[in-house]
């Protein structure tokens, strides 16, 4: 079975300070994409940022990036110069190009 | 920016009773996904739609359940007898060509009370 694990149930960060959150997936499959989606109070799911596996080089987008280590089945996300706004629960996931298996979460709180 | 869009946003049903959540994903999508998420636990996986039929779904997609697509815009989730259990945020989502890469949109979510 395919998992995803996000081990830090809680991180926080000083605005304007660098924070990673920590992903880890199991799979045999060779063709994948990986996500981190930001799940504000609303409960909206928004979508932050995509790495296609057989991409070795890692993904940026603004403030946020990805550390894709494939070998390792690691996938974390590198939120830099922290914002207010960035506070969330931030999920990872895992899948095929059908459907997508997501971690717990990890709830993000930004300090003034 | 297209999006998905998701109707209604909060229902309150008595357990037994149908529900029908509704769904209008974005116009140029092909691929059509519902996953829900019980309170306080991971987002999961229920169904996803192409082609007029369901290309793959979970274990939780059991009977009870039903998608479908009855127009050109529309996707449909239909819960008979809802239980206790079932309460939760439904969200649909969509993408695609997998040409494209498989970015999946999800849009706000339906937020379904069982009481």
């Known amino acids: 079975a395919q998992t995803v694990t996000q081990s830090q149930p809680e991180m926080s960060v000083q605005e304007a300070e660098t924070v990673t959150l920590s992903c880890t997936y199991d799979?045999?499959?060779?063709?994948?994409?990986l996500f981190w989606y930001k799940q504000p109070p609303s409960r909206q799911m928004i979508l932050v940022i995509r790495?296609?596996?057989?991409?070795?080089q890692n993904a940026t987008e603004n403030r946020f990036s990805v550390n894709f280590q494939k070998a390792a089945k690691s996938f974390s996300l590198k939120i830099s110069d922290s914002q207010l706004g960035d506070a969330a629960m931030y999920f990872c996931?895992?899948?095929?190009?059908?459907?997508?298996?997501f971690g717990a979460g990890t709830t993000v709180t930004v300090r003034a | 920016e297209p999006e998905v869009t998701q109707t209604p946003s909060h229902q309150v049903t008595q357990m037994g009773q149908e529900v029908i959540l509704r769904c209008v994903p974005i116009?140029?999508?092909?691929?059509f996904y519902w996953y829900r998420q019980i309170l306080g636990q991971k987002v999961e996986f229920l169904v996803s739609?192409?082609?007029?039929?369901?290309?793959?779904k979970s274990e939780i997609f059991d009977d009870q359940f039903s998608v479908e697509r009855p127009d050109g815009s529309n996707f449909t989730l239909k819960i008979r007898s809802t239980k206790l259990e079932d309460s939760a945020m439904y969200f649909c989502?969509?993408?695609?060509?997998?040409?494209?890469?498989?970015?999946?949109?999800f849009g706000e979510g339906s937020w379904l009370t069982v009481v």
């Open positions: 996931a895992w899948g095929p190009f059908y459907k997508l298996s």
């Open positions: 799979t045999s499959e060779s063709d994948y994409y």
């Open positions: 790495q296609e596996a057989y991409k070795q």
């Open positions: 116009s140029n999508h092909l691929y």
């Open positions: 739609f192409y082609n007029n039929e369901i290309s793959e």
């Open positions: 989502a969509s993408s695609g060509q997998r040409s494209s890469g498989n970015t999946i949109y």
